[in-house]
Nanobody, 122 residues
Framework: QVRLDESGGGSVQAGGSLRLSCVAS????????AGWFRQFPGKEPQGVAT????????QYVDPVKGRFTISRDNTAKTLTLEMNDLKPEDTAMYYC???????????????WGQGIQVTVYS
């Protein structure tokens, strides 16, 4: 059974940092592209960052470039999102997701975690 378990969310003051982690189980993690998505209230999920199966390629949505870093450890089956210089507009529910297909920033990934809340206050 595919499982993606996120952790590391919470509340932080603007300018602060958080690290999100996602532990994968029940499938061969290094066969899959992985990504982080976020969902604002009343909106569809949007791509934040994706990383290819072996970590050689990363993509970021423009508002987070230079502030967020995605990485993965295939041995530990873990996906990480380092978020620095957080802004109130980063407040959202964040989801870890994996897909065997293309590694686009589109929210059409096959498997999703339950999500974790990130709140940035000014």
């Amino acid at each position: 059974q595919v499982r993606l378990d996120e952790s590391g969310g919470g509340s932080v003051q603007a300018g602060g940092s958080l690290r999100l982690s996602c532990v994968a189980s029940g499938f061969t993690f290094d066969y899959y592209c992985a990504g982080w998505f976020r969902q604002f209230p009343g909106k569809e999920p949007q791509g934040v960052a994706t990383i290819s199966a072996f970590g050689t390629m990363q993509q970021y949505v423009d508002p987070v470039k230079g502030r967020f870093t995605i990485s993965r450890d295939n041995t530990a089956k873990t996906l990480t999102l380092e978020m620095n210089d957080l802004k109130p507009e980063d407040t959202a529910m964040y989801y870890c997701a994996v897909d065997k297909g293309s590694c686009r920033l589109a929210p059409d990934f096959e498997h999703w975690g339950q999500g974790i809340q990130v709140t940035v206050y000014s």
